[in-house]
């Protein structure tokens, strides 16, 4: 969609267009990763072979790390053009790095092992990845306002 629009405004699709396409497009898969995540014991009892399902609680997780990461280190991109431009990207970039720690982050039992934060406690997660899709598209726009006047 990020595509789409940009070609019917420009008719051409720079550099920057495709990065914010996938940015974009991470952030909205990691919102279903943590939504996945959060699913993974009922959707293995019900037998649905969702990707967190298959790839397991672990791996989902780094998952979900590497592509929240990934959106939020792509504005370092446009660092050689726009300089100042980051600033509209901070609060994206703090809420990807506190989702990252609270899906990690969990308790320690009665038995003494560290569990990872499960159910209810992903809601966070869920909900703060859906704002960091709202902070990066709202940076975008700022950004594209900026370079156009």
């Known amino acids: ?19 914010a396409a996938c940015a974009t497009g991470f952030v909205a898969c990691g ?5 996945n995540i959060r699913d ?7 037998g649905k072979k969702t990707l967190a399902v298959r790839l397991g609680d672990t ?4 998952f979900y790390d590497t592509i929240i990461i990934l959106a939020i280190i792509s504005p370092l991109s446009f660092l050689f053009l726009y300089r100042w431009s ?26 003494g092992k560290h569990t990872k ?3 209810r ?9 859906g704002f960091i899709e709202l902070a990066w598209s709202v940076a975008l726009l ?8």
């Open 121 to 129: 406690e992903l809601i966070p997660v869920l909900r703060n990845t």
């Open 117 to 119: 934060a499960q159910g």
């Open 1 to 19: 969609a990020t595509l789409g629009t940009t070609y019917t405004q420009m008719m051409s699709l720079p550099w920057e267009a495709w990065i």
């Open 142 to 149: 700022l950004c594209s306002i900026t370079f156009t006047l």
């Open 59 to 62: 791996k989902s997780r780094l």
């Open 31 to 35: 919102v279903l990763m943590a939504n």
């Open 40 to 46: 993974i014991p009922t959707d293995k009892l019900s």
């Open 86 to 111: 980051l600033i509209f990207f901070l609060p994206a970039f703090s809420l990807g790095i506190f989702c990252i720690y609270t899906i990690h982050r969990g308790h320690v039992g009665n038995d």
